[in-house]
């Protein structure tokens, strides 16, 4: 709960204005308000927007760093406006405008197309080649939690976009797949129920894609979410490089089916503990 | 009414996001160093070859060069292209180590706060970058102080 009982600060908030119908260039405005303990950016901005600039546009929903909608460039780093307290910032003065790498289409809202695209390119799904074992399943596939874990870091992605801004690679390079498919593809391509390597490869392993990666870490100080896109890459340019020497994960037989009348079975294995309370 | 048609404006930062580091980590500033290294080496090299071919001009011509190449400023140069060089190839080993997967870590859940792998594998950046220093000051007291 956030602590209102101390005095407000006032603090200048530099805001980055674009209007497409009025502007051909972006324009920074000031408005100065008081700002108190535990205040996010995004609460500031709604503030703001109540009581001195009705006009200002900007993309967010949940609040609470799930939803992955108002990522924003607050001084001069790309962030989560609802994950960033403004007095945490600790500058008077704080500049707020839209994600660089992205095409602004008002204020500060991006138009994030570009990152859904190269999400999508990237086949960003289990790929299993026994189209029979799919229509007529089995059995289900078996993960050990040990396998899980192998790419478990990167299912927390919730496509802000934060890295693909903070990155310089894309900064100088449209086409460069990014931090957020490429650590995709390594999640789908780690997964042990995945057989999509050969399906994957002609998407991932281009000119534009992980070598071009030089381990700035921009993106993994970015990512609200632990998600460490960088190693997602580096752990894709080796499962490459292993592929291509024939040392690659050996598919299908990675992923076990296990019969049906065994899954009972294995569940009581894995069960929770009981019940305590 | 305003009739200018809606359109999006081009927010790439370009050039500047690449080679402004800004609040980033240590590494943004190595992967800058290294891409600047890399290209200053390329560029000697294309130099490189201008300047020896003008030995076929020669030896009048190739010792009036090399009598240029004697002074101060060409020593500074020449220590600026060690030192590149030297960087060049020991950040190259780091970033080919951590693009074989070692020195980072095994993925784990992340729990906050997180921790990364760049973090994790600061300790052979700082071990490569201190073996680098080492060899450029070595290298400069032997070339101004033979």
Not at chain 1, 52 to 66: A, I
Request: charged content about 20%; proline content about 7%.
């Amino acid at each position: 709960m956030s602590d209102k009982t101390t005095t407000p600060r006032e603090i200048t908030f530099r805001v980055r204005r674009f209007d497409p119908d009025v502007d051909t260039a972006p324009h920074w405005s000031e408005y100065r308000q008081h700002v108190h303990d535990g205040m996010t950016v995004l609460e500031a901005l709604h503030q703001l927007k109540a009581e001195q600039e009705p006009t200002l546009s900007w993309r967010s929903s949940c609040r609470m760093g799930v939803c992955g909608s108002c990522g924003m460039f607050v001084n001069d780093l790309p962030q989560l406006a609802c994950q960033t307290q403004v007095l945490h910032l600790g500058t008077d003065v704080v500049t707020i405008a839209p994600l660089p790498n992205y095409d602004n289409v008002k204020d500060l809202v991006p138009d994030l197309a570009p990152l859904i695209e190269k999400h999508a390119a990237v086949k960003p799904y289990i790929i299993y080649l026994d189209q029979i074992e799919i229509d007529s399943p089995t059995g289900e596939f078996i993960q050990t939690p040990d396998q899980r874990e192998e790419f478990s870091q990167f299912t927390h992605c919730i496509k802000c976009g934060l890295c693909l801004a903070a990155c310089p690679t894309v900064a100088t390079d449209p086409l460069f797949l990014g931090p957020q498919a490429l650590a995709q593809a390594y999640r789908y391509t780690a997964d042990n129920r995945d057989c999509g390597m050969k399906e994957r490869i002609s998407a991932i392993d281009i000119f534009h894609g992980p070598y071009q990666c030089h381990l700035a870490g921009a993106c993994s100080q970015a990512c609200p979410k632990g998600v460490d896109p960088a190693f997602g890459i580096q752990l894709l340019k080796r499962a490459l490089v292993l592929d291509s020497i024939g040392f690659g994960k050996k598919k299908p037989s990675v992923a076990k089916i296990m019969p049906l009348a065994d899954v009972v079975k294995a569940i009581e294995e894995f069960a929770p503990p009981p019940r305590t309370v | 009414m305003n009739s200018k048609k809606s359109t999006a404006y081009n927010n790439r930062l370009g050039i500047k996001g690449w080679v402004y580091a800004g609040k980033y980590t240590f590494e943004r500033y190595l992967y800058l160093a290294h891409r600047l290294t890399g290209m200053g080496l390329i560029a000697y090299m294309l130099l490189h070859i201008l300047e020896t071919a003008n030995r076929m001009r020669g030896v009048v011509a190739w010792e009036g060069l090399m009598g240029l190449f004697a002074l101060p400023l060409f020593k500074m140069i020449e220590y600026a292209l060690f030192a590149a060089a030297v960087f060049h190839a020991l950040n190259g080993v780091r970033l080919l180590m951590t693009e074989l997967g070692f020195f980072l870590g095994r993925p784990k859940e992340p729990v906050y706060p997180y921790s990364s792998s760049i973090k994790r594998h600061r300790p052979l950046t700082y071990i490569i970058m201190a073996l680098a220093s080492l060899i450029i000051i070595l290298g400069g007291s032997s070339l101004f102080f033979p």
